[in-house]
């Protein structure tokens, strides 16, 4: 059973397009996490969420933004894709504050 | 300077040597200690987690965290070709926002 799992696996599209990235917990956690990881490996914290409230990492353009349907959910909308955006896209998932468990990653590229 | 200061390697080594990955950095609000291991194009996941100084070990891993020295290691006994992966130190404060931050990763190759 996957704990953590992200739709699509891979997305190619083209700039100035508008996509979401999905992520499903089956772990029962109350907190979601979306992370990026850049060409050099570098994983960033993007956005935490609990059923309580959203923490936005203040570096994120607000092209992006998470939406969390219930408690298993916390996708991840962008809007007016840069070039700058290709990267590896990263859901996880815990309980309160305690260990992350994470998706399998979503890499985007932007044409 | 970065809050995480990690060397990204690449690290090679021969099959049965001991490995030893480092992290420091600057916060000292820093308590929770972990490490991740990160296959190719798979998501990171957690090897070992460690709270204020000490150590632990699991197995062939052992985590040392020195908090006066703001220094984190990750060493791996008798190394084997399927431990290849990255390696990112992750630690975060007390609070109850729980972000992570992250090393940048050490990229490991155990060869036969």
């Known amino acids: 059973d996957t704990a953590v799992s992200q739709t699509p696996k891979y997305l190619v599209t083209q700039m100035g397009n508008d996509k979401s990235i999905k992520c499903e917990q089956n772990?029962?956690?109350?907190?979601m996490y979306w992370y990026k990881q850049d060409s050099k490996k570098f994983l960033k914290i993007m956005f935490s969420?609990?059923?309580?409230?959203?923490?936005i990492n203040e570096t994120v353009p607000n092209r992006f933004s998470p939406k969390s349907p219930d408690k298993a959910h916390l996708n991840l909308h962008i809007n007016s894709l840069e070039l700058g955006d290709s990267a590896v896209y990263f859901c996880?998932?815990?309980?309160?504050?305690?260990?992350?468990?994470f998706g399998p990653g979503t890499r985007l590229t932007v044409l | 300077q970065k809050e995480v200061e990690q060397d990204p390697g690449p690290l090679s080594v021969p099959e049965g040597a001991i490995v030893s990955l480092n992290c420091t950095y600057s916060?000292?609000?820093?308590?929770?200690f972990m490490w991740y291991r990160q296959y190719s194009r798979k998501g990171p996941e957690l090897l070992m987690y460690t709270y204020s100084s000490g150590n632990k070990e699991d197995g062939r891993f052992t985590a040392q965290v020195d908090k006066s020295s703001k220094y984190i290691s990750l060493f791996i006994r008798d190394s084997q070709p399927s431990d290849s992966a990255t390696y990112l130190c992750a630690m975060r404060d007390g609070g109850s926002q729980g972000n992570l931050i992250f090393g940048k990763g050490t990229k490991l190759s155990v060869k036969p």
């Open positions: 996880a998932s815990s309980h309160s504050i305690d260990t992350q468990y």
């Open positions: 916060n000292s609000a820093f308590q929770y």
């Open positions: 772990l029962g956690h109350d907190t």
């Open positions: 969420y609990n059923n309580k409230e959203l923490i």
